[in-house]
């Protein structure tokens, strides 16, 4: 029973005890009689003195468990005149006072870092303890390239994510590197923080697709220009001699044959430097020079200029416009040469009877679709590298070109194979 109860029981049971004495002492005589009012006065007195010495400081600590228990940490008790309780009065008007300045500064630390989360350059997503997705950072949702409601609530490895799929795969506490089909290059690490005594597993996404990709054209670039001038120079003064010799040669008789093999070995050396100077086309590449563009018209000509070789092939081509689609910032004639080596692509991976279909999709977005043989798991990740081919005799620098043009327009872009067996490749206009 509560303190203040059993003070009432007493009152109670000292008021009945004076009551009673009261009725005895009014049978003896009147003496007694006045000293048993005296005596129940003074309890009275008594009890309300109690009462506000020590009852009335119960309800103000009361008060003080109210407002922890309601969490309101700007109120104060005020003093109440008795020594032992202000004393307790003090103590939690400070303890109040510490409580405020401390989920005041939380507050403060938690609005940063939700600022500093959300204004990151690094992917942040955070999971629950049974690892369904709940919350995700701009840039995560970017990276993963999916919306907030679509997202919310799942587990990793049910987002249809390229990056998702990587990321359900990075071991708990582990860094993973990772190259996508989409030429972006990923540092994945899985790592938990403390909340309420749990471990709360995050992932951090950090893009080394910029840094990766200077680098490599830097490399490619020196590697390119170093070859084109000392293959150039050595083709020059063969086929200048062979040129020569087959001229001298041709005026004796019995040396057509040698004169045939002089011819064959200069065509060789026009075709190495041919050959070399491609290369060398790649990091000649000029800076877009954009302007509105119908993209339905665009890939109208494309269609019309691949239509040849694909007949030959017995390929359908095919397209499918959208017609609220709007004019894109591009550069024509660049963008053209992207379309016709990813429809030329698509063509050879099928080689003979198949299908190749165009879509534009709005507000920018154009995709090309076949079903060809495919893109195994593992080329996926090796596609976008320099001067990486599936093909016996690629060269490797028709997806490099793509991706340098792409990569200047600002798309977004990806070629993978999907579940249903059809390669699509996707290019996102900003």
Same mark, same amino acid.
């Not at 109210?66 to 400070?94: H, I, K, T, W």
């Not at 004169?259 to 877009?288: G, Q, W």
């Not at 600002?410 to 490749?425: E, M, N, V």
């Given at each position: 029973?509560?303190?203040?109860?059993?003070?009432?029981?007493?009152?109670?049971?000292l008021l009945a005890l004076g009551g009673i004495l009261l009725?005895?002492?009014?049978?003896?005589?009147?003496?007694?009689?006045?000293?048993?009012?005296?005596?129940?006065? *003074?309890?009275?007195?008594?009890?309300?003195? +109690?009462?506000?010495?020590?009852?009335?400081?119960?309800?103000?600590?009361?008060?003080?468990?109210?407002?922890?228990?309601?969490?309101? *940490?700007?109120?104060?008790?005020?003093?109440?005149?008795?020594?032992?309780?202000?004393?307790?009065?003090?103590?939690?008007?400070?303890?109040?006072?510490?409580?405020?300045?401390?989920?005041?500064? =939380?507050?403060?630390?938690?609005?940063?870092?939700?600022?500093?989360?959300?204004?990151?350059?690094?992917?942040?997503?955070?999971?629950?303890?049974?690892?369904?997705?709940?919350?995700?950072? /701009?840039?995560?949702?970017?990276? =993963?390239?999916?919306? /907030?409601?679509?997202?919310?609530?799942?587990?990793?490895?049910?987002?249809?994510?390229?990056?998702?799929?990587?990321?359900?795969?990075?071991?708990?506490?582990?860094?993973?590197?990772?190259? &996508?089909?989409?030429?972006?290059?990923?540092?994945?690490?899985?790592?938990? +923080?403390?909340?309420?005594?749990?471990?709360?597993?995050?992932?951090?996404?950090?893009?080394?697709?910029?840094?990766?990709?200077?680098?490599?054209?830097?490399?490619?670039?020196?590697?390119?220009?170093?070859?084109?001038?000392?293959?150039?120079?050595?083709?020059?003064?063969?086929?200048?001699?062979?040129?020569?010799?087959?001229?001298?040669?041709?005026?004796?008789? !019995?040396?057509?044959?040698?004169?045939?093999?002089?011819?064959?070995?200069?065509?060789?050396?026009?075709?190495?430097?041919?050959?070399?100077?491609?290369?060398?086309?790649?990091?000649?590449?000029?800076?877009?020079?954009?302007? /509105?563009?119908? &993209?339905?018209?665009?890939? +109208?000509?494309?269609?019309?200029?691949?239509?040849?070789?694909?007949?030959?092939?017995?390929?359908?081509?095919?397209?499918?416009?959208?017609?609220?689609?709007?004019?894109?910032?591009?550069?024509?004639?660049?963008?053209?040469?992207?379309?016709?080596?990813?429809?030329?692509?698509?063509?050879?991976?099928?080689?003979?009877?198949?299908?190749?279909?165009?879509?534009? =999709?709005?507000?920018?977005?154009?995709?090309i679709t076949d079903n060809g043989k495919g893109i195994s798991?593992?080329?996926?990740?090796?596609? +976008?590298?320099?001067?990486?081919?599936?093909?016996?005799?690629?060269?490797?620098?028709?997806?490099?070109?793509?991706?340098?043009?792409?990569?200047?327009? !600002?798309?977004?872009?990806?070629?993978?194979?999907?579940?249903? !067996?059809?390669?699509?490749?996707?290019?996102?206009?900003?």
């Open positions: 029973m509560r303190i203040k109860g059993l003070f009432f029981i007493l009152v109670f049971l009725f005895l002492s009014s049978q003896q005589n009147t003496l007694f009689f006045y000293i048993g009012e005296g005596l129940v006065l *003074f309890i009275l007195i008594y009890l309300a003195f +109690f009462y506000r010495k020590l009852i009335k400081p119960l309800n103000t600590i009361e008060s003080g468990m109210d407002l922890l228990r309601e969490q309101d *940490f700007s109120s104060r008790l005020s003093p109440v005149g008795q020594y032992e309780a202000d004393r307790v009065v003090n103590v939690f008007n400070r303890m109040m006072e510490q409580l405020k300045n401390e989920r005041l500064r =939380l507050r403060e630390q938690n609005h940063f870092l939700d600022l500093l989360i959300n204004a990151s350059p690094m992917g942040v997503i955070i999971t629950t303890l049974d690892d369904d997705l709940s919350q995700l950072n /701009p840039m995560a949702l970017k990276m =993963l390239g999916v919306r /907030p409601e679509d997202v919310q609530g799942k587990k990793m490895n049910e987002i249809d994510s390229p990056l998702a799929m990587e990321l359900a795969n990075v071991p708990k506490g582990a860094t993973t590197t990772v190259r &996508l089909n989409d030429s972006n290059i990923y540092r994945c690490t899985h790592s938990s +923080f403390i909340d309420h005594g749990f471990q709360h597993p995050f992932f951090l996404v950090e893009s080394l697709t910029d840094e990766v990709m200077k680098a490599e054209k830097k490399a490619y670039e020196k590697v390119i220009r170093m070859i084109a001038h000392e293959v150039n120079n050595t083709t020059a003064g063969i086929t200048s001699t062979l040129d020569t010799v087959e001229q001298a040669l041709s005026t004796e008789e !019995g040396m057509d044959d040698i004169c045939d093999v002089m011819r064959v070995c200069t065509e060789r050396c026009f075709s190495m430097s041919r050959f070399i100077t491609r290369f060398a086309d790649v990091v000649k590449i000029p800076e877009p020079t954009v302007s /509105p563009v119908n &993209l339905n018209d665009l890939a +109208f000509t494309c269609k019309r200029f691949m239509e040849g070789m694909c007949n030959d092939c017995r390929i359908k081509l095919r397209l499918k416009i959208d017609e609220d689609l709007k004019d894109v910032m591009l550069d024509a004639a660049l963008f053209e040469q992207v379309l016709v080596n990813i429809i030329k692509n698509a063509a050879e991976s099928i080689e003979t009877d198949g299908e190749i279909i165009i879509r534009t =999709l709005s507000p920018a977005t154009i995709e798991k593992e080329t996926e990740a090796k596609l +976008f590298s320099p001067f990486f081919s599936t093909k016996p005799n690629g060269q490797g620098i028709g997806l490099i070109f793509i991706r340098e043009v792409l990569m200047r327009h !600002g798309c977004t872009f990806s070629l993978r194979t999907y579940a249903d !067996g059809l390669t699509r490749f996707r290019i996102v206009f900003p």
